[in-house]
């Protein structure tokens, strides 16, 4: 791997006796892991269904190691959820937030969604989360990746982080902040970060890296806790962007706690020597089975009062909720639970403490239900993905070695057996989406978008 020559000198100067190593790290095969799904079941459940057992990441209690034969994004478990496929170090910031259920929590650059989706697992259903993306694009990956993995209380925004503080200051209790960076430690995985890499890049990552960590240092409350991460190894962007922030924040502090197993501490030297940079966090492709990343913990003085804002509800017609309610009566053993509320014909449950986002670009508004269409009520997929087979009155229940599930999710009618009317389609315990059965088949309802030959 031919790699840019300024880089090199660069990382030479940082490492010293240790270089050579790091170099021979960029030939070696990197790993690859996945992060069980929590909200849809247990490591043993997946296990079960694998048939094989994965080996565990060991900086976080859900992340496993996967064989390269093992292909998870070609089995039906990935598109209902159970896993996503995460870089093993990717997985350190979200590990490090530890998100608490009832909590307001902000990832404030959170596609593709690995980060998001460990939090909400976190937060088992209960809270509020918002996961803001600025690009457009990502921000609608974002959103796709919260309905696959069943989360119930998270809100997509596509915002800059200076119109979300007009929103929300001093509002969260944990912030996230994944920066877009240089993205030196992502280049044993993308050749294209290569192609991209300038020192004129590193400064321009730098700049705006400070003004999001301002914004998000204003949308925290007395008492929070932010975590700042990287996937690069420049100092402008790791330990001299976080001294930087504290000399300019003094009402934050860096929360001194030992490194998890196999992540090395920040350098101090890499920022004027000081020692709080000390008890930042590095991984090192050298050292561990995973890509270059940096975080940092910081805490904002003063007593969080646990005070939170009631939810603003847009009404719901009363036709509306009459529809949906006929409907849960019908086909639902356990409706999800919280106040229905209506943005046009689609019905939504929205997350507790949620203020008025009008003027913010929302791409997910909470728990999507459904649609209203002709005096009927259609379910969403979302529904779908954020219930357990248990929870409907009818089910379709495949195994992945069934055709059926394969078929299914090229968007193809199956059998119905014995079944009428709307059905869950479940793959060994794992919900796949909606079907609706009639006349010996079941209607497929699988999104359009999503369906595609695995």
Not at 383 to 404: F, G, R, T, Y
């Given at each position: 791997m031919e790699l840019p020559i300024k880089f090199c000198e660069k990382m030479q100067l940082i490492l010293g006796d240790e270089y050579e190593s790091f170099i021979r790290s960029y030939d070696e095969k990197r790993k690859s892991a996945l992060r069980i799904n929590t909200l849809k079941g247990d490591s043993e459940k997946l296990f079960s269904v694998l048939g094989e057992k994965l080996s565990p990441v060991p900086w976080t209690y859900d992340g496993y190691f996967y064989p390269d034969t093992m292909k998870p994004g070609k089995r039906p478990f990935h598109e209902a959820g159970a896993y996503y496929i995460q870089e093993p170090s990717a997985m350190v910031p979200a590990e490090l937030l530890k998100a608490q259920p009832g909590e307001c929590i902000l990832d404030l650059c959170a596609a593709p969604g690995g980060k998001t989706t460990k939090i909400a697992a976190d937060m088992k259903g209960q809270g509020l989360l918002v996961a803001n993306e600025i690009h457009p694009k990502r921000a609608a990956i974002l959103s796709s990746n919260v309905e696959r993995m069943g989360i119930k209380n998270a809100v997509v925004t596509n915002e800059s982080s200076d119109r979300l503080l007009k929103k929300f200051p001093e509002f969260f209790d944990r912030i996230l902040v994944d920066a877009p960076c240089s993205g030196e430690g992502m280049f044993r995985k993308d050749e294209e970060a290569i192609a991209q890499w300038s020192e004129e890049n590193v400064i321009k990552c730098a700049v705006r890296q400070k003004e999001i960590l301002d914004n998000a240092a204003a949308m925290l409350r007395p008492g929070g806790r932010l975590v700042y991460s990287t996937c690069t190894f420049s100092p402008e962007e790791n330990e001299r962007m976080i001294i930087g922030f504290l000399n300019e924040h003094p009402e934050f502090s860096i929360e001194k706690t030992d490194a998890p197993p196999f992540i090395s501490h920040g350098r101090p030297e890499l920022a004027e020597n000081d020692e709080r940079a000390f008890f930042t966090f590095r991984i090192w492709p050298h050292l561990t089975e995973g890509e270059g990343h940096f975080a940092a913990v910081l805490r904002k003085d003063g007593e969080n009062e646990k005070t939170y804002r009631q939810s603003i509800i847009p009404p719901c017609p009363k036709e509306y909720e009459k529809l949906y309610k006929a409907f849960a009566d019908e086909f639902l053993k356990n409706p999800p639970e919280g106040e229905i509320s209506a943005f046009g014909e689609n019905l939504y449950i929205i997350p507790e403490f949620l203020p008025s986002l009008d003027g913010i670009k929302v791409l997910r508004?909470?728990?999507?239900?459904?649609?209203?269409?002709?005096?009927?009520?259609?379910?969403?997929?979302?529904?779908?993905?954020?219930?357990?087979?248990?929870?409907?009155?009818?089910?379709?229940?495949?195994?992945?070695?069934?055709?059926?599930?394969?078929?299914?999710?090229?968007?193809?009618?199956?059998?119905?057996?014995?079944?009428?009317?709307?059905?869950?389609?479940?793959?060994?315990?794992?919900?796949?989406?909606?079907?609706?059965?009639?006349?010996?088949?079941?209607?497929?309802?699988?999104?359009?978008?999503?369906?595609?030959?695995?």
């Open positions: 508004f909470g728990l999507h239900l459904g649609t209203v269409k002709k005096n009927r009520f259609e379910p969403s997929h979302s529904l779908a993905m954020a219930l357990s087979p248990q929870n409907a009155v009818q089910c379709a229940e495949l195994s992945a070695d069934d055709k059926e599930i394969f078929a299914y999710l090229r968007g193809e009618t199956i059998p119905a057996g014995d079944l009428k009317g709307w059905c869950l389609i479940s793959v060994n315990g794992y919900t796949t989406g909606w079907g609706k059965a009639a006349g010996g088949i079941i209607k497929n309802h699988y999104p359009k978008g999503l369906r595609r030959s695995l």
